[in-house]
C-alpha cells in the first residue's frame, strides 16, 4: 500500500514536469484500481500522495528564490502568510489525485461486482 | 446502479478540473495558476540567466552580451541588424507583458485583454485615431530603407524570444489574465510612440477655454492666462534676439463661438507629466569638460517605463534608456554626445466644430463647399462579450467624435448632435526611429541638429553636451504656424482659415547653442519670452522649477557630478516661499487653538524645503489647496467644465491684490476677506490632517503625506511599491510626488573619457518574481546614483570572470 501511494506521488512530480496541471490526476487513474482498500481511504491516499509531491515542489520553490514571488501573490490573494499559498497548491494537486484515485478504485470496484 | 458511485466520484472529478480551469471575474484559473510546475510558481526566478540559449534565429553573425551587477544588457554586435534584434530579443525577455499591454492600449484594444471594462478608453483610442496615426508612421518608415530595416530587425528579435517560449515561460500578468503573447509587429513599435505622443502631446483645454471665454469674458483670460508670470524665465534665455521675419498666416477677424462649449471630455494631462534637463558648460566645471543632467517626469509604475542598455556595433557606441517596444536609445550618450529631453507643452491638438450635410455624415461644409468624408469601421473585440463596430468619420482635419450634448443648458441649447474633428500631431507621418538613429551615433552638434529634424512628436526640449564642449537646447518638434490665440478655443471646421496653414520652419524653432550664462535648461516652462515671433501655447508649467534651476546654476562654479546629484534631488518649494509668508501674515491666530498655533509657528520656522522628515510641507500643501479651491469653488461651480487659473498665476494675483474678487465666497451673504479665506482654509486642513494621520505628530512627516506609490502597471495588488517614505513637491526640482516623478535621473560628464551615473526606480526585469523587478527603488528614493558601466570594447575575459561583488558580469555568446 505504501507502495502505490509512493508511485502515486512520484509520479504526480515527475508527470507534471512534462505535462499541464491536470496530469496530477493521471497517476491515481492509473493505481487507485489496484488499492485494496475503502473509497475513503483510497480518496485519502490519493490526495495526501499529491498534496505532498505538490507541496513539496512550491516549499522548494518558495524557499530556493527566497519568496519574493510568494509573498507578492499572497498580498495579491490577501493572504497573511506565504505558506498558506503553499497549502492552496498543495490541495489543489491533492483534490485532483483524490478525486482520480477514488474514480479509479470505483470504477474497478463497480467492475468486479458482478 | 452499480456504476453510480464511480459515476458521481468521476463527475465530481471533472466539475472540479472544471472549476479549475475556469476564470472566474479576476481570479485567474486556479488549477494552471497554482500549478507548481507550470503555473505562478515557475516565474519565482532562481536561475536568471539559466534560459540563454546558444543560438538564435535570424541572426546574421555572433553577438556577445554582458549583464552587469544590475542586469544592464551590454550589447556587442556585428551589425546593426543584429543589433536591434538583439535589443527587441532583450526587451521582451524582461518585459513581455509591458510592451503587449502598452500596445494594446493605444490600438484600443485593451478590451480584447481584459475584458468589457475597458471600452470606453478602446473607443476613446480608435476615435482619436491612433490607430491611424501609427499606420501613417509605419508608411513614413517604409519609406526610408534603413529605418524600416531597424523596425523588421527589432521585431524579429521580439518575436524569435516569443517563438521560444513554453507557456509555463510566460510572463506573470499573462498566468493572470490567462492570456497568450502575440506576434509583434513593426505596427506596435509605432503604435508604442503615438503613446508616448498621447501621454505627452494631447494635453487640450479647447472646449474649456471656450466656455471659460464665454464665462468669465476676455479680461479674465487675459489676468490668468495670457500674460506671463513676473517670475518666469522661459528656456531661452530673454536676451536671445530673433533676427527673422515670421511666416506670415492669414487668421479670422472675429474667433469663433462654438455650438457647444460643452462635454467633450479634455484630455486629463495627469499632474507629474514634467521634466527638467540641463546642461553646464566646461567653463562652469571642475572637470573643464560640460556635464549633462535630465529627469523626466512620469507616471511611476512597475515595471519602469524606460529600459537601460547598452548598444555596441561598427559606427555606434551608445548608452542609456531605451523604450519598451522602440529601438535605440531615447536618453543617453555615445563616446562624443550626451543629450536629455523634457516635454514641450506646445498646441499641437485642435478640435473643430463640424457641420455635415446629413445624417449619413458623407459630406462636410468646408471652404465654401461640401467635401467627402472617408469611414473607418474600427472593431472593438471584447473578451468574453460581442464584438463592437464603431464607424469613425474622417474629415481632413481628422476623426470625427460625437459630443454627446449635455442636459439641456439654454446657453448652448443644442439638442441636435454636435460633432468635432481632432487634428492631432500624432497623425501626421513622421519617423522618430530615424531620429534617434541618428542621434545614438551623433558626434557633434550639427550630426545632433541634422538628428533632430527627423524627430515630430511629441515635441521635446533636447538638450545637448559634447566631448568637443558644445552645449545646445533645441525646442523640437513639428509645430503648426498659428495665428496668435490659434486653436485655444474650438475652431471653426468650416472655415479654412482655421486650418493649420503650414508649419514653423525648422530654423525658426526656439534653440540656443553655448549661451553666455554658460548652461542651457529646460523645466517645462514656456520656450521663450514674449519677443519670440510665433504663437506656441499658453499652457507651460508653472515658473517655479525653471526658475529654480536656473538661479542654483547661475550661482555655481567648478561643478562637479555631485553637485548635478544635489540639484536632482533640490527640493525647494518656490511656490511655498511665494506665498507662505503671505498666508501667515493673512491667518487671524487669535481664532485659533493652541495646538494649531503651534503648527502655524512651525511654519513660520520652515525653510520652504519638501523634505521628507519636514511636517511644515504636509501642512503648507493641505492649507494650499484649502484656499485655492475656496477662491474659485463659487465662481467655478458650473456644470460645464472651465479652465482655473495655474498655481504660481492665482499666487501672483493674490499678491498683488489679496482682496480681489473671486476672494469673496458669493454664495454667502457676508463679504469673506482673504483673511477669513485663510483662517478657514487653514483650520479645515489641520482637521484633514487630523482625520488622516492623527494628531500632530511624526506622522504628518511629508515623507508620509506625500502618499508616494508606484503600482503595477495593471494596478495589481502585491505587485507594486507602496508607501515610500520621501521628499520632493511638484513645484520641486525633484518632481516626486504621489504616484508622479523623476522617472530616470541621469548626469553625463563629457570628456575622452566619457562617464555617467544614473536611477530609475524600478529594475531591468518586469518579473516581480525576480530581485531585479524592483531592486533599484531604495537607491532612487533615497537620491543615490549608480555609475554606469560604459565599455568601449566588450569587456575582457578577466573582468568577466572577477569575483568582485560589484563588477560582476554575465556573459552570453549567441551564434546565428
Redesign the interface.
Known amino acids: 500500500m505504501i507502495i502505490l501511494f509512493l508511485l502515486i506521488a512520484v509520479n504526480a512530480f515527475f508527470l507534471n514536469l512534462v505535462l499541464p496541471w491536470w496530469s496530477a490526476a493521471l497517476p491515481g487513474l492509473f493505481f487507485g484500481h489496484r488499492m485494496n482498500v475503502t473509497p475513503i481511504l483510497a480518496f485519502g491516499m490519493g490526495f495526501f500522495a499529491v498534496f505532498l509531491a505538490w507541496g513539496a515542489h512550491a516549499l522548494y520553490i518558495h524557499v530556493a528564490s527566497a519568496a519574493v514571488l510568494s509573498a507578492r501573490i499572497s498580498e495579491l490573494f490577501g493572504l497573511t502568510q506565504d505558506w498558506i499559498l503553499i497549502v492552496i497548491t498543495a490541495v489543489i494537486g491533492g483534490l485532483l489525485s483524490g478525486f482520480a484515485t477514488l474514480t479509479s478504485l470505483l470504477l474497478a470496484q463497480s467492475r468486479n461486482k458482478k | 446502479m452499480?456504476?453510480l458511485?464511480?459515476g458521481l466520484?468521476?463527475a465530481?472529478?471533472l466539475v472540479?478540473?472544471w472549476i479549475?480551469?475556469t476564470r472566474w471575474g479576476n481570479i485567474p484559473p486556479?488549477?494552471?495558476f497554482?500549478?507548481?510546475?507550470?503555473?505562478?510558481?515557475a516565474?519565482?526566478?532562481?536561475h536568471p540567466f539559466s534560459n540563454l540559449a546558444d543560438q538564435l534565429p535570424g541572426l546574421k553573425d555572433s553577438v556577445e552580451v554582458y549583464f552587469d551587477n544590475r542586469r544592464v544588457p551590454h550589447v556587442f554586435a556585428q551589425n546593426d541588424h543584429d543589433l536591434y534584434y538583439m535589443q527587441g530579443y532583450l526587451q521582451a525577455r524582461d518585459r513581455l507583458f509591458q510592451m503587449e499591454l502598452q500596445t494594446y492600449d493605444a490600438a484600443g484594444r485593451l478590451s480584447e485583454l481584459i475584458g468589457i471594462s475597458l471600452v470606453d478608453r478602446d473607443r476613446q483610442s480608435r476615435r482619436w485615431g491612433m490607430v491611424f496615426g501609427a499606420e501613417q508612421a509605419v508608411t513614413e518608415a517604409q519609406k526610408h530603407e534603413s529605418s524600416w530595416a531597424i523596425f523588421k530587425a527589432y521585431s524579429a528579435g521580439v518575436n524569435a524570444y516569443i517563438n521560444s517560449l513554453e507557456p509555463e515561460q510566460y510572463p506573470?500578468e499573462y498566468k493572470l489574465l490567462d492570456n497568450v503573447p502575440e506576434p509583434w509587429t513593426p505596427l506596435k513599435t509605432a503604435l508604442l510612440l503615438k503613446n508616448m505622443t498621447r501621454t505627452l502631446a494631447a494635453g487640450n483645454s479647447d472646449v474649456s477655454h471656450s466656455n471659460t471665454l464665454a464665462y468669465f469674458g476676455p479680461e479674465f483670460i487675459e489676468q490668468f492666462f495670457d500674460k506671463d508670470h513676473n517670475l518666469l524665465d522661459p528656456i531661452i534665455p530673454t536676451s536671445r534676439s530673433w533676427d527673422f521675419e515670421r511666416v506670415p498666416v492669414r487668421r479670422p477677424d472675429t474667433i469663433f463661438v462654438p455650438k457647444v462649449a460643452k462635454s467633450i471630455q479634455p484630455f486629463p494631462v495627469p499632474e507629474g507629466v514634467g521634466s527638467n534637463n540641463w546642461a553646464v558648460s566646461g567653463n562652469k566645471t571642475a572637470s573643464k569638460y560640460p556635464i549633462l543632467s535630465n529627469d523626466p517626469h512620469l507616471r511611476l509604475t512597475l515595471p519602469s517605463i524606460w529600459y537601460e542598455i547598452q548598444l555596441h556595433a561598427p559606427g555606434v557606441n551608445t548608452y542609456g534608456v531605451s523604450l519598451l517596444g522602440a529601438p535605440g536609445v531615447v536618453i543617453g550618450f555615445n563616446e562624443q554626445v550626451a543629450w536629455g529631453v523634457t516635454n514641450v507643452a506646445s498646441d499641437v491638438l485642435d478640435w473643430y466644430e463640424i457641420r455635415f450635410e446629413n445624417e449619413v455624415k458623407e459630406r462636410y461644409w468646408h471652404d465654401g463647399q461640401w467635401k467627402p468624408t472617408t469611414k473607418r469601421i474600427e472593431e472593438i473585440h471584447v473578451r468574453g462579450g460581442k464584438t463592437i463596430i464603431d464607424t469613425v468619420i474622417y474629415t481632413h482635419h481628422g476623426p470625427v467624435s460625437e459630443v454627446k450634448h449635455g442636459n439641456g443648458d439654454e446657453q448652448i441649447g443644442a439638442d441636435e448632435p454636435i460633432y468635432h474633428a481632432l487634428r492631432w500631431i500624432a497623425h501626421e507621418p513622421s519617423n522618430e526611429i530615424r531620429a534617434f538613429y541618428q542621434l545614438n551615433r551623433a558626434k557633434n552638434y550639427d550630426e545632433y541638429v541634422e538628428a533632430l529634424t527627423h524627430y515630430q512628436a511629441p515635441a521635446q526640449n533636447f538638450v545637448f553636451a559634447s566631448a568637443e564642449g558644445d552645449i545646445a537646447l533645441w525646442v523640437n518638434g513639428r509645430f503648426p504656424n498659428k495665428w496668435d490665440g490659434q486653436g485655444r478655443t474650438l475652431s471653426d471646421g468650416t472655415d479654412p482659415l482655421y486650418d493649420w496653414q503650414g508649419w514653423i520652419p525648422r530654423e525658426h524653432h526656439p534653440h540656443i547653442k553655448n549661451p553666455e550664462r554658460g548652461f542651457v535648461s529646460s523645466a517645462n516652462q514656456e520656450s521663450t519670452a514674449p519677443d519670440y515671433p510665433y504663437y506656441m501655447d499658453d499652457v507651460y508649467a508653472p515658473f517655479e522649477r525653471g526658475r529654480r534651476i536656473n538661479e542654483r546654476l547661475s550661482e555655481m562654479d567648478n561643478i562637479t557630478k555631485d553637485d548635478m546629484q544635489a540639484l536632482l534631488m533640490d527640493n525647494y518649494s518656490y511656490h511655498a516661499a511665494e506665498i507662505l509668508p503671505s498666508m501667515l501674515e493673512w491667518i487671524k491666530t487669535d481664532s485659533l487653538s493652541p495646538i494649531q498655533r503651534e503648527v502655524v509657528d512651525s511654519l513660520q520656522a520652515w525653510n520652504y524645503y519638501n523634505n521628507a522628515p519636514y511636517r511644515a510641507p504636509s501642512i503648507f500643501r493641505n492649507w494650499w489647496s484649502e484656499l485655492y479651491e475656496a477662491i474659485l469653488i463659487d465662481e467655478y461651480d458650473a456644470d460645464f467644465p472651465l479652465r482655473a487659473p495655474a498655481r504660481d498665476r492665482l499666487v501672483q494675483q493674490l499678491k498683488d491684490n489679496s482682496n480681489f474678487w473671486m476672494v469673496d465666497d458669493q454664495r454667502t451673504q457676508e463679504v469673506e476677506t482673504i483673511r477669513d479665506q485663510a483662517t478657514a482654509s487653514f483650520i479645515k486642513a489641520f482637521d484633514d490632517l487630523i482625520e488622516y494621520y492623527g494628531p500632530w505628530s511624526d506622522d504628518w512627516d511629508w515623507g508620509w503625506v506625500i502618499n508616494n506609490n508606484i503600482s503595477h502597471l495593471t494596478q495589481?495588488?502585491?505587485?507594486g511599491a507602496l508607501n515610500l517614505y520621501s521628499g520632493g513637491g511638484a513645484e520641486s526640482v525633484n518632481a516626486t510626488r504621489g504616484s508622479s516623478g523623476p522617472s530616470w535621473r541621469m548626469i553625463v560628464e563629457l570628456g575622452p573619457e566619457i562617464k555617467a551615473w544614473g536611477v530609475y526606480p524600478g529594475g531591468a526585469s518586469g518579473n516581480?518574481?525576480?530581485?531585479n523587478?524592483d531592486s533599484m527603488i531604495e537607491s532612487w528614493r533615497t537620491g543615490e546614483l549608480y555609475e554606469l558601466h560604459f565599455y568601449r570594447e566588450p569587456p575582457l575575459y578577466s573582468q568577466v570572470m572577477s569575483g568582485d561583488e560589484s563588477n560582476v558580469l554575465v556573459k552570453w555568446n549567441i551564434r546565428p
Open positions: 452499480k456504476y458511485p464511480f466520484s468521476l465530481a472529478g472540479l478540473i479549475l480551469s486556479m488549477g494552471p497554482m500549478d507548481p510546475d507550470g503555473g505562478f510558481w516565474q519565482a526566478e532562481r506573470l495589481t495588488n502585491g505587485l516581480p518574481g525576480s530581485p523587478y
